[in-house]
Every structure is written in structure tokens, then in C-alpha cells.
């Protein structure tokens, strides 16, 4: 990110109480477990690392979606407006 990497936007976003209760999860590049480590320690609730083939970027979608699930998020709007995955093609359909 352009002005702060994952690490920092969790302690600023863990310093604001209008959103310091909603879960947070990581979608990063780094592999380095030094870096998840404080990610988690931060208050991170799901580390997810960045796929570079369309085969891996598919199960980080499937990854978060299934966090979503599992914690009960289906309530947030972006989910609620997700119409279709397909996860063959990857392809993320939104509607009203």
C-alpha cells in the first residue's frame, strides 16, 4: 500500500473504536513467518498470502469467503451482494 503496509494500517485501525471490533484480515504478499507473526499480533484474525497463478488467487477467494462464513460475516454488505462465484473461472459476479 502507498502509505502504510498491512502492519501498520492493523495498529492504526486497532486505535480507532468505530472499527477496532471488526475482524481483520491480512491478504499479503509476504511468505515471511516473522511478518505474520506480528501480523496475528496485532490482531490480525486471518493471514492470507497473495496467489500468483490464477489457481491460487481462486483459493484466496475461496479463503476469504470461507472466513467470512465461518465468523459470521454474511451480514456485510459485499457478501450480501455477491451473487455468483464461479470458482472454475474465477469470476466474482456483484449485484443489488
Known sequence: MPLLNGLETLKVLELDQ???KIPKI??????QNY?????????AKAYITKGVTMDEIKENIQEMLSFARSN???NISFLNRVRQL???SCQVTVGR
Do not use: F, G, P
Open 35 to 43: 511478518i505474520k507473526n506480528l501480523c496475528y499480533s496485532a490482531n
Open 86 to 88: 464461479t470458482v472454475d
Open 18 to 20: 468505530r472499527v477496532n
Open 26 to 31: 491480512i491478504y499479503s504478499s509476504s511468505t
Open 72 to 74: 459470521n460475516l454474511q
